[in-house]
């Protein structure tokens, strides 16, 4: 068994810049996870950011996204949109430049083992740690609303994450459930890999092609990195005004360079519109009746039905035998250091939108999750005994440069 202070599951944005400032500030680490997996496989090549250079990871401002352009010749203006590929390059240089290593590993259950924690991995290998903090990202929490998957016949469809690769896209005819961000991404990738028909159907209006304005988050963030309370501290109502400032800004508009991706003898739009049934016909295709009244055949059903955390996602959690996370609505409790109910187990990304603000279903939570978490690590494990049993090996490839 390998034992070290801090175990970082998840090696996303979240996860590397957490490693990377836990790095900076000398708490022993070890990172589980694949590097940008869910970036890599669950988002489609050719997709760009609606985030720009000034949301990097370094809690430090040294490795920026700006630093990795110049070391490319480029700058913010040339590069933005940042595309995925470029963003991922970006990702893979940070890491490089901190020395940060995932062990590029699954971790199948978390139990807990005399005041420390006992990670089990997809190889069976254990990691014994007395501080845990899950980087987990949106992957667990992706949404097929039941109504739909109810109505439409088994096989017929994927969540957008799992329909990434569009190389057999061409003349082909899909159903794209969802209006915001994602849907239209999608719609326009899969017209440009040749597909004859694309429907866009969502129950709302259509949102507007707009450039969103996020200039006033990072203010608002950089404020949480000091006074991690203050989002929590706010009254419901005035919560509520972010949220909906939030969503007025990604979800009531689409970046406007989708605009003219779209060829209208290609992609339908339909807005204020539902599926009203779904069947499968005798050649593959798939009838769909709305409840406008007309009907669609396509090959493929897409739903860009999102995300929303839920403690019951997290697998990891439900194998093992900590007790279960105090949570409310699926949302967990934490403190203003990101500790669940559960002293030493962290939790950052999609689900710490409850306790920090709805920021942090965005990369721009990053900096300021790394320097808290780091904060409140550093604070337990001065308070706590180490863990009694031997270190990681300091041959170890892994902890040799996550700490
Ligand atoms: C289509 C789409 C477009 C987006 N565009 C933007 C954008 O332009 N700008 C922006 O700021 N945000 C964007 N987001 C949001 C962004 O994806 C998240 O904010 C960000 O990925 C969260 O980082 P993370 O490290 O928490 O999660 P992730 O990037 O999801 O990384 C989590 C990692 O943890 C791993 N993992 C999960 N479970 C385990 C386990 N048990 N053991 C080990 N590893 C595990 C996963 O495999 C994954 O690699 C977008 C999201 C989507 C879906």
Known sequence: ????????????PFGLALAAEAGHQGVPHHVVGRPMS??????????????????????????????????????????????RELYLDYCSWFAAEKGIT???????RLDDADGSFRATLEDHSVVSARA????????????????????????????????????GARDRRYLLVGGRQSAFEWAALLAEAGARQVDVVHR??????????????????????????WFSRLSSAEQEGFRVR???????????WLADRLPPAIVRVRPR???????????????????????????????ATGYLPHVDDLQLLR?????????????????????????????????AAGHFGPFFGFTIGTRMSAAVITRAVLDRLAGTPAVPSPRLEPTDSQAASDS
């Open 246 to 256: 939030l969503w007025a800004e990604g979800r009531l508009k689409v970046e406007p």
């Open 273 to 303: 519109t539902s599926l009203a049934a779904a069947r499968l016909e005798d050649d593959g295709s798939v009838s769909v009746d709305l409840d406008d009244g007309d009907r669609v055949v396509v090959d493929e059903v897409l739903l």
């Open 132 to 167: 845990v903090v899950l980087a987990l990202g949106m992957g667990p929490h992706r949404r097929a609303p039941a109504e739909l998957v109810a109505l439409l016949p088994p096989g017929s469809w994927r969540h957008t994450c799992d329909a990434v690769d569009f190389a």
């Open 102 to 108: 995932a062990e590029p590993q699954h971790v199948q």
């Open 319 to 351: 194998a093992g035998t900590l007790p279960p996370l105090a949570h409310h609505d699926g949302i967990p409790d934490l403190d203003d250091g990101f500790q669940t109910s559960v002293p030493g187990l962290y939790l950052t990304s999609l689900p």
């Open 1 to 12: 068994m390998r034992t070290t202070d801090l175990l970082i599951v998840g090696a996303g």
């Open 204 to 229: 709302h209006d259509s949102p507007a092609f707009a450039a969103a304005d996020w200039t006033w988050v990072s203010p608002i963030v950089d404020r949480l990195a000091t006074d991690p309370g």
């Open 38 to 83: 869910f970036w890599q496989q669950q988002m489609p090549a050719g997709m760009l950011l609606r985030s720009a250079s000034d949301w990097h990871l370094d809690v430090q401002a040294v490795a920026t996204i700006e630093a990795f352009l110049a070391s490319r010749g480029l700058t913010p203006a040339q590069a933005e949109p940042l595309t």
